[in-house]
């Protein structure tokens, strides 16, 4: 059995196509596995890719130590 996660996306688009005009011709059950296939289009097309290069993994006291704080200028001390 395919699942939609092992469907190349030109699949997926086919598939959500053919069941949306399914559930407008009013297949009872054709607008919920339109749904299902437009759900994972949208999962696909919007999954961030993590750029590591641009991560800071230093621990958070260090990070917080080299970044000052905006509102000490105003502080009376």
């Known amino acids: 059995m395919t699942t939609k996660e092992m469907l ?3 699949e ?9 005009r399914k559930a ?3 297949e009872l059950h ?8 437009e759900t994972e289009m949208r999962r696909r ?3 961030p890719s993590a750029n590591y290069d641009t991560l800071d993994l230093r621990p958070l006291e260090l990070r917080a130590a ?3 704080r ?4 105003w ?3």
């Open 8 to 10: 190349t996306d030109e």
């Open 12 to 20: 997926l688009g086919a598939l959500a196509s053919e069941w949306r």
């Open 24 to 26: 407008l011709q009013g």
């Open 30 to 37: 054709a607008r919920g596995i339109a749904h299902e296939f």
């Open 45 to 47: 097309a919007s999954a």
């Open 66 to 68: 080299t970044h000052r």
């Open 70 to 73: 905006w509102w000490r200028f």
């Open 75 to 77: 502080q009376l001390s």
